[in-house]
């Protein structure tokens, strides 16, 4: 199974460390690199195109709120966004900016 490949994911990056001269992943900085990347598919991903049920109105209701909540992390940061950058190993003044960018984009796309 391939990985989507978009700007955010590819500004995230993969967790190293270097031991030796030799790469390794630290297994910790991968899972908040998940968190970010998560953070980001549920900040910027349209919601899935479904059919008028009520049980479609409750998915979309869900994303809907999941991508809020996203979003709100990324542009308000605070003290477990930037704990969780330094737990990646991520500059969160880095991809807090970039993440605005690609919010406001979003924004004058759909504007």
Request: with cysteine; proline share 3%; hydrophobic share 35%.
């Amino acid at each position: 199974m391939g990985r989507a490949n978009n700007s955010f994911t590819s500004m995230v990056g993969h967790a190293e460390e270097t031991i030796d001269h030799k790469k390794v992943n630290i297994p910790e900085t991968d899972l908040w690199v998940a968190v970010l990347c998560r953070a980001s598919i549920d900040a910027f991903n349209k919601a899935p195109s479904l059919k008028d049920s009520k049980a479609n109105r409750t998915h979309r209701n869900i994303h809907k709120y999941d991508r809020d909540q996203a979003r709100h992390f990324f542009r308000e940061g605070g003290f477990h966004f930037n704990l969780i950058c330094e737990m990646a190993g991520r500059n969160p003044i880095y991809i807090q900016q970039k993440a605005r960018k690609l919010l406001l984009k979003q924004y004058d796309q759909t504007h």
